[in-house]
């Protein structure tokens, strides 16, 4: 079973900027999407992106379009989320999944492994 380890999180200001890292513990090949996901105190897991195994399919929140990117190092088995123009509502732990299918998908059941999550703040 394949592990995914989160990185990347920590403590900025209002406007600033964090990148978020998922690595991989061993390549998978074939298709499968790799998702990011969020979940704040109290509220539900929310899909936040997702990229195809191409790289060349990706689909977005629509409060983080313009703002996150999603990208994959398939040579890494690593994948990013460049998140800029951070707002408080950002507050999240943020989680990284794999779903083994070639479609995207933003509910949190049709991904089948996780990571542990890592914790992003932003302040006012």
């Known amino acids: 079973q394949v592990q995914l380890v989160e990185s990347g999180g920590g403590l900025v200001q209002a406007g600033g900027s964090l990148r978020l890292s998922c690595a991989a513990s061993?390549?998978?090949?074939?298709?499968?999407?790799m998702g990011w996901f969020r979940q704040a105190p109290g509220k539900e897991r929310e899909f936040v992106a997702a990229?195809?195994?191409?790289?060349?399919?990706?689909d977005y929140a629509d409060f983080v379009k313009g703002r996150f990117t999603i990208s994959r190092d398939k040579a890494k088995n690593t994948v990013y989320l460049q998140m800029n123009s951070l707002k408080p509502e950002d507050t999240a732990v943020y989680y990284c999944?794999?779903?083994?299918?070639?479609?995207?998908?933003?509910?949190?059941?049709?991904?089948?492994?996780w990571g542990q999550g890592t914790q992003v703040t932003v302040s006012s």
């Open positions: 061993a390549r998978t090949f074939g298709n499968h999407v």
């Open positions: 990229i195809s195994w191409s790289g060349s399919n990706t």
């Open positions: 999944a794999r779903r083994y299918y070639s479609d995207t998908s933003l509910q949190p059941g049709e991904y089948a492994v």
